[in-house]
């Protein structure tokens, strides 16, 4: 290379070093382009995702950056002590995607006929349905995968045929998450585009959600939770074919964004968090799996923000302990936001 260089200081250009040369960096580039592309296409969503930042056996995902720091962070932002309630009621013909089930029976009139002197009766109640998946739902990270050759991926690399089981899941079970007390922001895009109710199929993108922590002059940090006000639960209830049938919500560049940033959950007021018709009419609910495959984020799904938009909260403690059902995919609950 030295002699080349020399050659071309003294005007007396080797014709033949220069192709080797130019041969040599464009081999070059083109091999590493062929390995690139090779690595995109390791798996149907791009490179292999495991191990995952906190090691290869981590079951936890984002949940890990839950830290004490997080808490009193959130704890701060109490000043009214004003609690909402952001979860919807779980109750007969609510919206149920797909052929999901919700049944609450109480048997007998009481359960427990009276006893004792003091003639104490009592009811129960039994359920039946997809506990972890129907209403108000916190989405796990066993929950979502990706099929590669024979088998099913999950967050970390963990293989279906390695942990799940019909009587629960070993590995990614809803109990590994714990109790999430951290900062939360609300990002109105409904209010943002200036509609009570953004239309179904509407990609919420990255300049959206400048958009709105602009407006509102926050950040989100790592570790918040962070909730999407899109009006499409105004149908709940009251429209639920519409409301299940479509709906407005992040799209990938928006997702890819919210991982950047490093928070521990993305929640909305429809059913999915991504944008249904999907952007891309080949995949089947990619936003799941960079989330919560990928990132090890979780999706809090079917919330009611409409008080908390209403009177403009868009900072707060927010709240929520998953059910330990030891193997399930997901949860259902009543996640508060606390001002």
Not at 311 to 335: H, I, M
Request: proline content about 6%.
């Amino acid at each position: 290379m030295l002699d080349f260089f020399n050659r071309r200081r003294q005007g007396t250009p080797n014709a033949t070093l220069i192709r080797a040369v130019t041969l040599l960096i464009f081999g070059g580039l083109t091999g590493w382009a062929v390995a690139q592309q090779k690595n995109d296409n390791e798996t149907p969503i791009g490179p292999r995702w495991w191990p995952s930042e906190w090691g290869a056996g981590d079951q936890r995902g984002a949940a890990n950056r839950l830290t004490a720091d997080k808490v009193l962070e959130a704890n701060k932002l109490i000043r009214q002590g004003k609690v909402f309630s952001l979860g919807r009621l779980y109750e007969h013909g609510m919206p149920l995607p797909g052929k999901r089930h919700f049944s609450l029976t109480i048997p007998g009139s009481p359960t427990y006929p009276p006893s004792g002197k003091n003639q104490g009766v009592f009811f129960d109640e039994m359920f039946s349905g997809e506990i972890g998946q129907v209403g108000t739902q916190f989405d796990g990270l066993g929950h979502a995968g990706v099929r590669i050759g024979d088998d099913d991926y999950f967050y970390n690399g963990f293989k279906r045929t390695e942990f799940a089981t019909p009587f629960g899941l070993e590995k990614l079970g809803i109990q590994n998450v714990g109790p999430i007390f951290t900062r939360g922001i609300l990002l109105d895009v409904a209010a943002l585009r200036k509609t009570k109710r953004l239309p179904a199929g509407y990609v919420i993108s990255p300049d959206d959600l400048e958009a709105c922590l602009a407006a509102t002059k926050l950040a989100i940090n790592p570790g918040d939770a962070v909730l999407l006000h899109t009006g499409h639960g105004a149908l709940w209830m009251k429209d639920n074919a519409a409301y299940g049938t479509a709906e407005p919500g992040i799209g990938m560049a928006a997702a890819r964004w919210l991982s950047e940033k490093k928070s521990v959950l993305v929640g909305a007021d429809n059913w999915s968090i991504e944008v249904v018709p999907s952007e891309d009419p080949e995949r089947s609910y990619p936003v799941h799996q960079w989330n919560l495959v990928r990132n090890g984020i979780y999706h809090l799904e079917n919330l009611d923000l409409s008080e908390l938009a209403a009177e403009k909260v868009y900072e707060f403690a927010f709240v929520f302990c998953p059910l330990r059902l030891k193997g399930a995919t997901g949860s259902p609950g009543n996640p508060i936001a606390i001002k």
